[in-house]
């Protein structure tokens, strides 16, 4: 096992390097968790936003019970009817939503043309469309019982329409595992685990074939005693037992670091979350391979290992999430691998159930991750075969052990 001590030497002398890396991602990784924390309740809470009301129109009834209404349902932010103010809650998003009452409102509710109310919201925001929805049921049912009253009563109509909207269902919420959902935090791990995954597979890989790949070195072995087949067998064996612990440490690191939200995860999740990485593992060790084939010093190699890792992972949604790319973005994104371990580990994050329907999709990413791993080690066989016959396959090459 000659060959496969020379590759755990070639391993240990850049330790350092590795491990800074390592270090480098595990510190990435805790601050993206920090900046995606999230807690989960298990009690129902209906959101309440924040909002204003500037009632340029008089104080009735009518307006009070509105308040009282609105007051149940959000969190009330005094404003003073001042367009710099206003502009500064908006800027600030101080409020989500802002109603602004005009003068001769509530006399013109009989009329065929009433005056319309004002509203200023955050654009595409959910809190500022309730709290919208809320005003014009409210204004909706008193309009109504004016035009329908000859003589209306508005306390009565006021009471009535507040009793009215105050009625409500009970919310059940059910939950259809029977652990807690995944972690922000070790999902978020995982989530970028891709770019260190490739960059430490592709500086170790390369580094075991550069070792190898001296004219002088190469000539020799082939001249040896010790048969291709086996010399490639311990090297394949030192890149993979490599790989592996490397797996390991950093599925260990993402343990330790979340176990206290990881034990209460269903053990299937996470197990679906650890088989999604090291599906990555192969992938990642394929692409390895075929970039040794191309890489001659040590200058090209980190070159290799950082375009690779940072363009197939700022692509594929590492860094960025697929839900905020835009099309002709995921276009491209679908072509990368790296796209369907995040696609995969979106799925899994989401599960309700472990049946057949539920788990098809993880299954589909999972698939397609290992098609891609056996797409790049066709590739490689048939670039070595090309590589390996020509005379450039013995031309300079720079390495930093000798044999």
């Not at 935090?185 to 770019?195: C, E, L, S, T």
């Not at 040590?298 to 594929?316: C, E, K, V």
Request: aromatic share 10%.
């Amino acid at each position: 096992m000659r060959v496969f001590k020379v590759c755990l030497l070639v391993i240990r002398r850049r330790m350092v390097m590795f491990a800074t890396y390592f270090i480098i991602f595990i510190g990435v990784s805790i601050m993206l968790s920090q900046f995606s924390r999230q807690s989960y309740n298990s009690v129902f809470e209906e959101s309440r936003p924040a909002f204003t009301v500037i009632n340029r129109d008089k104080e009735t009834i009518y307006t009070e019970k509105m308040m009282d209404f609105l007051k149940e349902h959000g969190t009330y932010v005094p404003l003073e009817d001042d367009m710099e103010a206003i502009q500064d809650a908006r800027f600030n998003e101080a409020v989500s939503y802002i109603l602004i009452i005009p003068e001769g409102f509530q006399d013109a509710l009989k009329d065929q043309k009433p005056v319309k109310l004002l509203e200023n919201m955050i654009q595409d925001s959910a809190s500022g469309y309730q709290m919208s929805s809320y005003v014009n049921q409210y204004w909706g049912y008193i309009q109504t019982r004016e035009k329908i009253e000859e003589n209306p009563d508005r306390e009565k109509i006021a009471d009535e329409v507040s009793e009215l909207l105050n009625r409500s269902v009970s919310v059940e919420k059910r939950q259809y595992l029977k652990t807690q959902p995944v972690s922000e935090g070790f999902k978020a791990q995982y989530q970028v685990a891709p770019y260190i995954i490739l960059v430490i597979c592709v500086l170790c890989i390369t580094s075991i074939f550069l070792s190898f790949q001296r004219p002088d070195i190469r000539m020799r072995n082939l001249c040896g005693p010790l048969k291709p087949f086996t010399r490639l067998w311990q090297m394949g064996l030192g890149c993979s037992c490599v790989g592996i612990v490397f797996w390991i440490i950093l599925t260990a690191a993402g343990l330790f670091l979340y176990y206290d939200s990881v034990k209460d995860m269903d053990i299937r999740i996470t197990g679906l979350i650890l088989l999604n990485s090291f599906i990555m593992l192969l992938l990642a060790m394929a692409v390895s391979v075929l970039a040794s084939l191309f890489v001659r010093d040590t200058n090209m190699q980190n070159a290799a290992a950082n375009i690779l890792a940072l363009g197939l992972s700022f692509l594929g949604g590492a860094f960025v999430p697929i839900s905020i790319m835009g099309d002709s973005v995921l276009k491209v994104a679908r072509c990368l691998p790296v796209y369907w371990y995040e696609e995969c580990l979106d799925e899994i994050s989401g599960l309700t159930g472990f049946g057949m329907e539920n788990l098809l999709p993880v299954w589909k990413c999972m698939g397609i991750l290992l098609g891609f791993t056996i797409a790049v080690l066709c590739v490689t066989l048939a670039v070595n075969k090309q590589k390996s016959g020509g005379e450039e396959s013995f031309g300079t090459t720079k390495t930093e052990i000798g044999m």
